[in-house]
Protein backbone atom coordinates (compact mmCIF):
# COMPACT_ATOMS: atom_id res chain seq x y z
CA UNK A 1 0.00 0.00 0.00
CA UNK A 2 0.51 3.56 -1.15
CA UNK A 3 1.94 5.84 1.68
CA UNK A 4 -0.69 8.53 3.03
CA UNK A 5 1.09 11.20 1.77
CA UNK A 6 0.95 10.10 -1.53
CA UNK A 7 -2.99 10.63 -1.92
CA UNK A 8 -2.75 14.25 -0.66
CA UNK A 9 -5.03 13.13 1.55
CA UNK A 10 -2.98 13.05 4.66
CA UNK A 11 -4.32 14.93 7.60
CA UNK A 12 -7.77 15.51 6.50
CA UNK A 13 -10.81 15.19 8.11
CA UNK A 14 -14.23 13.97 6.60
CA UNK A 15 -17.70 13.02 7.34
CA UNK A 16 -18.76 9.61 5.79
CA UNK A 17 -22.06 8.99 6.23
CA UNK A 18 -23.79 5.48 6.41
CA UNK A 19 -20.10 4.47 7.26
CA UNK A 20 -21.01 1.32 8.89
CA UNK A 21 -21.44 -1.54 5.92
CA UNK A 22 -21.69 -1.66 2.07
CA UNK A 23 -19.95 1.59 0.24
CA UNK A 24 -19.78 3.65 3.50
CA UNK A 25 -17.50 1.13 5.56
CA UNK A 26 -15.30 0.75 2.52
CA UNK A 27 -15.19 4.48 1.60
CA UNK A 28 -14.39 4.93 5.49
CA UNK A 29 -11.76 2.23 5.56
CA UNK A 30 -10.19 3.61 2.47
CA UNK A 31 -9.69 7.05 4.12
CA UNK A 32 -8.99 5.97 7.16
CA UNK A 33 -5.59 4.21 4.95
CA UNK A 34 -5.23 7.03 3.22
CA UNK A 35 -4.53 9.04 6.48
CA UNK A 36 -7.99 10.85 6.54
CA UNK A 37 -9.72 11.27 9.80
CA UNK A 38 -13.13 9.95 9.73
CA UNK A 39 -16.24 10.60 11.44
CA UNK A 40 -18.57 7.34 10.30
CA UNK A 41 -22.06 7.35 11.33
CA UNK A 42 -24.83 5.05 11.38
CA UNK A 43 -28.71 6.07 11.77
CA UNK A 44 -29.89 3.17 13.62
CA UNK A 45 -26.85 0.30 14.49
CA UNK A 46 -23.96 1.94 16.40
CA UNK A 47 -22.63 -1.22 16.91
CA UNK A 48 -21.76 -1.43 12.61
CA UNK A 49 -19.68 1.61 13.01
CA UNK A 50 -18.02 0.77 16.12
CA UNK A 51 -16.77 -2.51 14.22
CA UNK A 52 -15.45 -0.44 11.29
CA UNK A 53 -13.27 1.92 14.31
CA UNK A 54 -12.14 -0.88 15.27
CA UNK A 55 -11.15 -2.58 12.19
CA UNK A 56 -9.71 1.17 11.02
CA UNK A 57 -7.45 0.75 14.00
CA UNK A 58 -6.10 -2.57 13.84
CA UNK A 59 -4.90 -1.41 9.83
CA UNK A 60 -3.51 2.17 10.90
CA UNK A 61 -2.87 1.19 14.46
CA UNK A 62 -4.39 4.80 15.60
CA UNK A 63 -8.02 6.32 16.78
CA UNK A 64 -8.22 8.12 13.40
CA UNK A 65 -12.12 6.61 13.00
CA UNK A 66 -14.74 7.78 15.12
CA UNK A 67 -18.25 5.97 15.55
CA UNK A 68 -21.10 8.00 15.80
CA UNK A 69 -25.32 7.53 15.85
CA UNK A 70 -26.53 10.60 13.88
CA UNK A 71 -29.44 10.24 11.68
CA UNK A 72 -29.22 12.61 8.62
CA UNK A 73 -33.07 13.50 8.18
CA UNK A 74 -32.81 15.00 11.77
CA UNK A 75 -31.18 18.64 11.02
CA UNK A 76 -29.75 18.62 15.21
CA UNK A 77 -27.62 14.92 13.84
CA UNK A 78 -26.06 16.40 11.50
CA UNK A 79 -24.94 19.53 13.10
CA UNK A 80 -23.70 17.20 15.94
CA UNK A 81 -21.54 15.15 12.91
CA UNK A 82 -19.86 18.43 11.90
CA UNK A 83 -19.76 20.06 15.57
CA UNK A 84 -17.99 16.22 16.10
CA UNK A 85 -15.78 16.42 12.93
CA UNK A 86 -14.54 20.22 14.68
CA UNK A 87 -14.11 19.55 18.23
CA UNK A 88 -12.35 16.33 17.70
CA UNK A 89 -10.25 17.21 14.79
CA UNK A 90 -10.00 20.80 14.57
CA UNK A 91 -11.51 21.00 10.91
CA UNK A 92 -13.55 19.58 8.31
CA UNK A 93 -12.54 19.30 4.88
CA UNK A 94 -14.90 15.82 3.07
CA UNK A 95 -18.15 15.04 3.54
CA UNK A 96 -19.09 12.13 2.03
CA UNK A 97 -23.21 11.77 1.50
CA UNK A 98 -23.27 7.93 1.54
CA UNK A 99 -26.20 7.48 3.64
CA UNK A 100 -29.20 6.21 1.83
CA UNK A 101 -32.55 3.62 1.44
CA UNK A 102 -32.99 1.35 -0.65
CA UNK A 103 -35.76 -0.48 -2.67
CA UNK A 104 -35.38 -3.37 0.02
CA UNK A 105 -38.40 -1.06 2.23
CA UNK A 106 -40.27 -0.96 -0.76
CA UNK A 107 -40.70 -4.78 -1.42
CA UNK A 108 -38.45 -7.78 -0.70
CA UNK A 109 -38.56 -8.63 -4.19
CA UNK A 110 -38.18 -5.43 -6.54
CA UNK A 111 -35.43 -7.73 -8.43
CA UNK A 112 -37.40 -9.87 -9.92
CA UNK A 113 -40.70 -8.28 -9.30
CA UNK A 114 -40.94 -4.43 -10.26
CA UNK A 115 -42.73 -2.37 -7.97
CA UNK A 116 -45.47 -0.06 -9.17
CA UNK A 117 -45.19 3.29 -7.62
CA UNK A 118 -48.99 3.53 -6.50
CA UNK A 119 -48.77 0.64 -4.29
CA UNK A 120 -45.92 1.87 -2.12
CA UNK A 121 -47.00 3.07 1.24
CA UNK A 122 -46.89 6.94 1.65
CA UNK A 123 -44.45 6.32 4.80
CA UNK A 124 -41.85 4.17 2.89
CA UNK A 125 -42.01 7.05 0.17
CA UNK A 126 -41.02 9.71 2.71
CA UNK A 127 -38.86 7.74 4.26
CA UNK A 128 -36.60 7.15 0.86
CA UNK A 129 -37.38 10.61 0.30
CA UNK A 130 -36.07 11.85 2.92
CA UNK A 131 -33.09 9.72 3.71
CA UNK A 132 -31.93 9.99 0.23
CA UNK A 133 -32.78 13.62 -1.11
CA UNK A 134 -33.32 15.41 2.26
CA UNK A 135 -30.54 14.15 3.95
CA UNK A 136 -28.01 14.59 2.00
CA UNK A 137 -28.86 18.84 1.46
CA UNK A 138 -29.38 18.96 5.71
CA UNK A 139 -25.84 17.27 6.19
CA UNK A 140 -24.23 19.25 2.95
CA UNK A 141 -26.09 22.21 4.62
CA UNK A 142 -24.38 21.85 7.53
CA UNK A 143 -21.14 21.09 6.82
CA UNK A 144 -20.59 24.22 4.52
CA UNK A 145 -20.32 26.94 6.81
CA UNK A 146 -17.00 24.86 8.64
CA UNK A 147 -15.51 24.38 4.45
CA UNK A 148 -15.87 27.82 4.27
CA UNK A 149 -14.26 28.76 7.13
CA UNK A 150 -11.33 27.04 6.21
CA UNK A 151 -11.18 28.52 2.75
CA UNK A 152 -11.79 24.65 1.05
CA UNK A 153 -13.68 21.34 1.23
CA UNK A 154 -15.29 18.80 -1.06
CA UNK A 155 -19.18 17.42 -0.69
CA UNK A 156 -19.32 13.78 -2.53
CA UNK A 157 -22.77 12.71 -3.05
CA UNK A 158 -23.12 8.88 -3.74
CA UNK A 159 -25.40 8.16 -6.11
CA UNK A 160 -26.52 5.13 -8.89
CA UNK A 161 -26.12 4.86 -12.35
CA UNK A 162 -28.61 6.75 -14.67
CA UNK A 163 -29.77 3.41 -16.47
CA UNK A 164 -30.67 2.29 -12.89
CA UNK A 165 -31.96 5.57 -11.91
CA UNK A 166 -34.70 4.95 -14.62
CA UNK A 167 -35.28 1.32 -14.33
CA UNK A 168 -38.94 -0.37 -14.30
CA UNK A 169 -39.93 -0.31 -10.80
CA UNK A 170 -37.31 1.63 -8.68
CA UNK A 171 -39.67 4.35 -7.22
CA UNK A 172 -38.99 6.03 -5.05
CA UNK A 173 -35.02 4.73 -5.13
CA UNK A 174 -34.35 6.17 -8.86
CA UNK A 175 -36.04 9.10 -8.75
CA UNK A 176 -34.33 9.90 -5.14
CA UNK A 177 -31.46 9.38 -6.75
CA UNK A 178 -31.73 10.54 -10.23
CA UNK A 179 -32.55 14.31 -7.56
CA UNK A 180 -29.41 13.86 -5.79
CA UNK A 181 -27.78 13.74 -9.17
CA UNK A 182 -29.94 17.06 -10.54
CA UNK A 183 -28.83 18.71 -7.82
CA UNK A 184 -25.00 18.32 -7.88
CA UNK A 185 -25.75 19.87 -11.05
CA UNK A 186 -27.08 22.68 -10.07
CA UNK A 187 -23.97 23.15 -7.51
CA UNK A 188 -21.72 23.09 -10.42
CA UNK A 189 -20.55 19.78 -9.76
CA UNK A 190 -20.05 16.24 -11.60
CA UNK A 191 -22.67 13.77 -12.11
CA UNK A 192 -21.63 12.23 -9.23
Known amino acids: MSAPEEHGLADQVAIVTGGGCGLGRAMTLGL ?3 GVRVIATAARELAEVEAV ?3 AER ?5 RVRPLLADVTRAADCAAAVREAVARFGRLDILVNNAGRGMKYVSDTF ?3 PSRFWE ?3 DT ?3 VIDTNVNGPFLMARTAVPAMLE ?3 GRIINVSMNRETMRRRGFSPCGPSKAALVVR ?3 LGAGPC
Open 150 to 152: RGS
Open 32 to 34: AQA
Open 120 to 122: VAP
Open 59 to 63: ACGDD
Open 125 to 127: WRM
Open 184 to 186: NRD
Open 53 to 55: AQE
Open 111 to 113: LTE
